[in-house]
């Protein structure tokens, strides 16, 4: 069976795709695996939406998900700004705006004692799998972090904060962008998260203008 042309799922649930190498599509495919969601910068509509999708999608392959609240700075601060989420705390968001886990812009992360914070809190988790929600900003800021991340643990192995076991096992991370920006203006997406609601409100604005 294809899936719009760029996939192959065979007989035992596994997807054979277009690049090298297979993920398998039954439940529970990834249980053990520990990934998280953040919202960064500035919040838009379809936000939450997008939050809910990663996190039922997460539970329905086994992973262990996370919530990061308030975007990077909680990321930094660790404690009780990571929590883990269950399907029901994703319930009736939808229809709500901005983003229910909370935005902040964060100075700290952009230096690299804030990322090594950030990488330290992230592995004591098990999280070695990252969906950052955001624009332009905070999606550079993630590539900057998993470029990082190999030396980042060299550090924090140095000074003695994870073992030689944690490592090994978080030794590369995985990051996926989902572009929040209601100004549609990022290379290689068709529509930003954000972008229908502004334009169908400023159309209606200048309808009201044109028309009353």
């Known amino acids: 069976m294809s899936v719009q042309g760029s996939l192959d799922v065979s007989s035992d649930g596994s997807i054979k795709t277009k690049r090298k190498g297979t993920f398998n599509s039954l439940p529970g495919s990834y249980t053990g695996k520990g990934m998280a969601v953040l919202t960064s910068g500035g919040d838009s509509q379809g ?43 994703v319930s009736a968001i939808i229809h709500k705006g901005g983003t229910i886990i909370g935005s902040a812009r964060c100075k700290d992360f952009r230096e690299r004692e804030g990322r090594l914070k950030a990488a330290n809190n992230l592995i004591q988790k098990g999280i070695s799998n990252l969906v950052i929600i955001g624009g332009d900003g905070s999606l550079t800021g993630a590539n900057l972090f998993r470029q990082e991340w190999p030396s980042l643990l060299d550090e924090l192995l140095t000074k003695k904060d994870i073992n030689e076991e944690q490592k090994s096992k978080f030794g590369h991370l995985n990051i996926v962008g989902m572009v929040g920006s209601i100004d549609n203006d990022f290379c290689g997406t068709d529509m930003t998260i954000g972008n229908q609601t502004k334009f169908v409100k400023t159309s209606y604005c200048q309808y009201i203008t044109t028309n009353c």
Request: charged share 20%; with cysteine.
């Open 47 to 89: 936000m939450n939406a997008a939050t809910r999708a990663v996190v039922r999608v997460g539970l329905y392959f086994g992973c262990k998900v996370y919530f990061i609240r308030e975007g990077y700075q909680g990321m930094v601060d660790g404690g009780n700004y990571i929590e883990e989420a269950s399907w029901s705390s």
